[in-house]
């Protein structure tokens, strides 16, 4: 870690919100790609959401505000905080578990989408999996050891990296839609997988509430 990051992860995480070097982007790129050929499509009524890590809530509200009912859980209470805030200002309604991922219960069956972006804690995969309706989605995006390098946000440990094909093979018997390593540049790898089971289908139509809100990511 940084020698001026507190050596606790949620101290860490909220000193990051509070002084604004993290939370202010837009819905990362593979979001969009992923709602528009996976997500809307086979939930074009929306469903319920599990945001994982999803600090100030940028992918939460984007689904919130196509007819998702998205639970998003974090450490950081500053970075809810900021969750809080945006979707107030987007007019969207989140649901808050928040708490540390390692300890939290996500219940069963619970959740049409999981969706994890840039964070790792492969102890807990077998949760998420275990949260997700039978036909539900996962939706991954994380840092591989290619990112390394860059060490951002005083991450420089190979527990926040995902090895080779790891993200691939992380929800065996889960039907992979997508999946996406880069071999070079940031060191990102992408994963869309589908819980086996259910009877959700492909329908081709937007449904009418979905706003023309545009995003540069
Ligand atoms: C790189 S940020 C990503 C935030 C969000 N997913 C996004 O893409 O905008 C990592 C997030 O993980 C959260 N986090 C770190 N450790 C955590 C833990 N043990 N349990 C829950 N959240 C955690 C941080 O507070 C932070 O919001």
């Not at 969009?32 to 050929?37: C, G, I, N």
């Not at 809810?80 to 991922?101: H, M, S, V, W």
């Not at 527990?159 to 094909?165: E, Q």
Request: proline fraction near 6%; aromatic fraction near 12%.
């Amino acid at each position: 870690m940084k020698a001026c990051m507190p050596e606790n992860e949620r101290d860490a995480w909220n000193q990051r919100y509070r002084d604004g070097s993290h939370g202010g982007s837009d819905p990362d790129r593979f979001l969009l790609k992923s709602y528009e050929e996976f997500i809307e499509p086979l939930f074009p009524a929306g469903g319920a959401a599990l945001d994982v890590a999803g600090g100030a809530g940028r992918h939460a509200v984007y689904l919130a505000e196509r007819a998702w009912q998205v639970t998003l859980t974090d450490i950081s209470e500053v970075g809810i905080e900021r969750a809080r805030q945006r979707a107030k200002a987007y007019g969207a309604t989140l649901d808050f578990l928040p708490g540390d991922a390692r300890s939290l219960d996500f219940g069963r069956e619970r959740f049409d989408l999981v969706m994890v972006f840039f964070y790792l804690e492969r102890d807990i995969l077998p949760r998420l999996a275990a949260a997700l309706r039978p036909g539900g989605l996962i939706i991954y995006k994380t840092y591989t050891r290619e990112h390394e390098k860059f060490a951002i946000h005083g991450l420089s440990h190979p527990t926040y990296f995902l090895g080779d094909n790891e993200l691939l093979q992380a929800f065996p018997g889960f039907r992979v839609l997508h999946y996406r390593e880069s071999a070079s540049g940031r060191g990102i790898a992408e994963l869309v997988a589908r819980k086996p089971g259910g009877a959700a289908k492909f329908c081709g139509s937007l449904p009418a509430s979905v706003p023309s809100r545009k995003f540069d990511a």
